[in-house]
T-cell receptor
Framework: EAGVAQSPRYKIIEKRQSVAFWCNPISGHATLYWYQQILGQGPKLLIQFQNNGVVDDSQLPKDRFSAERLKGVDSTLKIQPAKLEDSAVYLC???????????FGSGTRLTVV | EDQVTQSPEALRLQEGESSSLNCSYTVSGLRGLFWYRQDPGKGPEFLFT???AGEEKEKERLKATLTKKESFLHITAPKPEDSATYLC??????????FGTGTSLTVIP
């Protein structure tokens, strides 16, 4: 079974620039999550999709962050404009059945300078 | 407010020295408690799910237990390859997950 694919692995941008991350979940997984993990902290949920609908985006800073999941498969997370405090690892995860937890991708490490 | 606290923040063990990691939680309606392992530069890897007080799960040198207020991850005779950050997460109604900040475990040969 192929894992959750994320790209790019690393990204360095200047503040006020925009950036986009891509995620391809495990085939057949209906639920997709984007998490932000700041160094030394646990992951924090940004947005949860069920198929192509948003289930929870209560912690997504909507003035600068947006996410979409077209056709209920791949997803993109965008930040525009980026701030220094957005420096973190952005993790994508998917699940078929939440009783078995998520499968995480390796993440995209974003550095905003 | 839902809260998950892990302790200690960091733990150094000699190879073969058993110990326990703690995850205490305050949530409104626990649906499940999850343990993950995270290696540097990688996403968390699922280890266990526990659903009710008294439940235990084992995998190799790891054993997870659950009470009404906390969970323990026991590591028996650890090896250097067990070095990682161990995260716990609680699942609440609505399928939301809240993660703790993790325990960084280092096992010295």
């Amino acid at each position: 079974e192929a894992g959750v694919a994320q790209s790019p692995r690393y990204k360095i941008i200047e503040k006020r620039q925009s950036v986009a991350f891509w995620c391809n979940p495990i085939s057949g997984h209906a639920t997709l999550y984007w998490y932000q993990q700041i160094l030394g902290q646990g992951p924090k949920l940004l947005i949860q999709f069920q198929n192509n609908g948003v289930v929870d985006d209560s912690q997504l800073p909507k003035d600068r962050f947006s996410a979409e999941r077209l056709k209920g498969v791949d997803s993109t997370l965008k930040i525009q404009p980026a701030k220094l405090e957005d420096s973190a690892v952005y993790l994508c995860a998917s699940s078929q059945d939440s009783n078995y937890g998520y499968t995480f991708g390796s993440g995209t490490r974003l550095t905003v300078v | 407010e839902d809260q998950v606290t892990q302790s200690p923040e960091a733990l150094r063990l000699q190879e073969g020295e058993s110990s326990s990691l703690n995850c205490s939680y305050t949530v409104s309606g626990l649906r499940g408690l999850f343990w993950y392992r995270q290696d540097p530069g990688k996403g968390p890897e699922f280890l266990f799910t526990l659903y009710s007080a008294g439940e235990e799960k084992e995998k190799e040198r790891l054993k997870a237990t659950l009470t009404k207020k906390e969970s323990f991850l026991h590591i028996t005779a650890p090896k250097p390859e067990d070095s990682a950050t161990y995260l716990c997460a609680v699942q609440v109604p609505g399928n939301q997950f809240y993660f703790g900040t993790g325990t960084s475990l280092t096992v010295i040969p």
